[in-house]
């Protein structure tokens, strides 16, 4: 299970985590930088597509899994 930022200014992701805890230090850095976006940045669960079986973030926010379709 991955976890994400949600911008729903521009209506996307805008970072990957491995854990909950990564997001929620993410999501309290940027708002304490932009105490206003409260309400429009939120965290959610991501799962990773079937055709990326293998793969695993590194560390880090990752910003789009890097896979190839199998077939």
Do not use: H, N
């Amino acid at each position: 299970m991955l976890w994400g930022l949600v911008d729903y200014f521009v209506d996307e992701v805008i970072a990957v985590y491995r854990s909950r805890e990564q997001a929620e230090r993410a999501l309290g850095r940027v708002l304490t930088d932009e105490p206003d976006w409260e309400g429009m940045i939120e965290i959610v669960q991501l799962s990773v597509p079937a055709y990326c079986v293998g793969w695993v973030p590194k560390g880090g926010p990752v910003r789009r899994p890097r896979c190839r379709a199998s077939w």
